[in-house]
C-alpha cells in the first residue's frame, strides 16, 4: 500500500511539474508574442515615419531578413530601373550584414534630392536601427546614403545630351572623346582596325545632340542614335567631359578640374611638321633628359612614313595634335579637301598611337570660321614664333623665345629642323631660370580647350564669329 501511495505520490508530482512546466511555457509564449507585437508595431512606426513624403501607391516593398531578429525592408518604386534596385539590395545586404549580432532592422529606400534648378539627386538611402530590450523601442543608430543617379530638374524622364551642353562646341568637344573611345573598345577586339571602320566611326552621326543620356555620379552614359560595331551605349568619364557640360550638374560634387598653380608660370613648347627618323628622335630625346613634356603637331603625310616615331611621342607622354596630312592653306581648299586632310591625319595617328588628335594647327595659322567648322577641332595658334624657319643661328632662336615670352605662352617650333632641336636645351635653361615650367597645350589650357574656337596663349581665346 504504501508502495502505491509513493507510486502515486511521484506521478502527481510529474503531472504538476509538467502542468506547471506548461504554464510557464504559455506564459514566456504571451509574454514573447507581447514583445514581437510591440516590436513589429515599432517597425511599422519607423516605416510609416521614414516613408511619411513618399506616394505609397508608387511603392513596393521588398522584405527580407537574415532571421527574426535581423530583418531589412526595402522600398522602391514599381517602376524602379533594375541596376537601381539592385544597388538598393547590395547596400541593404551589407549594412544587414553589419548589424547581424543584434536585434535590429534595415530600411532602405530610394530618395529624391533637388540640388539646384538645373538637377535632382537619387539617393540610396539605408538606416540602421537596433532594439532596446529594457525599453522596448528601437534606437537610431545610423544611415548610409550613396547616390545613385542624377536627373534633370525639366527633362527628368528622357534627358539628351543638349540638355546638359551650352553650344555646339561643347557637343563637338565631347564627340571626339566619344568616337576615340568607340575606336579603342572596337580596337581591343580586333589586332588592327582597317581605313574604313576609322572612317565609319568618324564620319557618321550615331552620335547627335539628341541622343539620349543618364547621368551618374561619376559617369555619363550616352546611347547611340544607331548602333556602331555592334555597340550600342558607352561611359563617359565626367571628369572628361567637366569643361563641356553644365557646372551646375556636379556642382555638389568633389569632381577636380584639371588646373595649374596660380602661383607658378607656364609655357607650352609645340613643335610642328614632323615627325621624322632624325631629328625628332634626337629632340624626343632631349626632352625627356630635360624631364619636358611638349605638344607635337604633326603632318599625316610624315606619321604614315615614320609612325613609329609618332607611337614614341605618345609613349614618352607627349601630346599629339593634327597640323593636317600635306600642309595646305586650308582657306584655299574645297570643303571636301579640307575634310580629307583631317580625316586622313586622324587616321595615321590612330593607326600609328591608338589616340586622336584632340587639337588642330592650321598649316600658317591659316584659319577662318568656314575651314574651323569643318575641322570640329580646337585651334591652337601660338602667341611666341621662334623664327626658327628662317634663321640658321640656334642663339638667334633661342634669345627670340626669351625675349617675347609670357606666362602662358604657346611657343612655336618646328621639330624637322636640326638647329631648332639643338637650340632646346640652351632655351630650357634659360625658361628655367625665369622662373618657368614647361606644359603640355592641353595642361596650358587646363583641358578645356574647345572647337570652334582658336587660342594663341592661355588668356588669349578667340570665339569664331
Known sequence: ?????????????????????????????????????????????????????????????????????????????????????????AQTKAASQQMKGFRSIIISYVDEEKVNDTIVNRNLVTKKYIWDKKAKSFNYSGKVIELSEILLYKNRNEPRLKDIINDEADFLAIKRIVQEQVL??????????????????????????????????????????????????????????????????????????????????????????????????????????????????????????????????????????SHSYTHPDLTQLHPKEIKEEVLKTDKAVFHATGVLPKIFRPPYGAINGSVAQIIGLPIIQWNVDSEDWKVSNKELIVNKVVQTVEHGSIILIHDIHEISVDSIPDMVNHLRKNGYEFVTVSELLSYSQKPLNQYFGINDNRKFK
Do not use: W
Open 1 to 89: 500500500m504504501e508502495k502505491k501511495l509513493l507510486l502515486l505520490s511521484i506521478l502527481c508530482a510529474l503531472i504538476l511539474a509538467l502542468l506547471m512546466g506548461a504554464i510557464y511555457k504559455y506564459l514566456m509564449n504571451q509574454e514573447y508574442l507581447k514583445e514581437q507585437n510591440n516590436f513589429e508595431e515599432q517597425v511599422e512606426k519607423i516605416i510609416e515615419a521614414e516613408l511619411l513624403e513618399q506616394d505609397k501607391n508608387q511603392i513596393e516593398q521588398s522584405k527580407r531578413g537574415d532571421n527574426q531578429y535581423n530583418k531589412y525592408y526595402m522600398f522602391h518604386s514599381k517602376t524602379e530601373n533594375k541596376n537601381t534596385i539592385n544597388e538598393l539590395e
Open 184 to 321: 579603342n573598345i572596337h580596337a581591343s577586339s580586333k589586332y588592327t582596325l582597317n581605313d574604313e571602320e576609322i572612317n565609319y566611326v568618324l564620319t557618321n552621326d550615331f552620335l547627335t545632340n539628341n541622343s539620349k543620356i543618364t547621368i551618374y555620379p561619376n559617369t555619363l552614359e550616352v546611347f547611340f542614335d544607331k548602333e556602331v560595331f555592334g555597340i550600342k551605349k558607352m561611359s563617359i568619364s565626367i571628369e572628361k567631359i567637366l569643361p563641356f557640360i553644365n557646372p551646375k550638374i556636379v556642382s555638389d560634387k568633389h569632381v577636380l578640374k584639371k588646373e595649374l598653380d596660380t602661383s607658378k608660370k607656364y609655357v607650352a613648347l609645340t613643335f610642328d611638321d614632323g615627325p621624322n627618323d632624325t631629328s625628332t628622335i634626337k629632340l624626343l630625346e632631349k626632352l625627356k633628359k630635360e624631364n619636358i613634356k611638349a605638344t607635337f603637331f604633326v603632318l599625316g603625310q610624315m606619321v604614315d612614313r615614320n609612325p613609329e616615331v609618332a607611337k614614341q611621342i605618345v609613349r614618352e607622354g607627349h601630346e599629339i595634335g
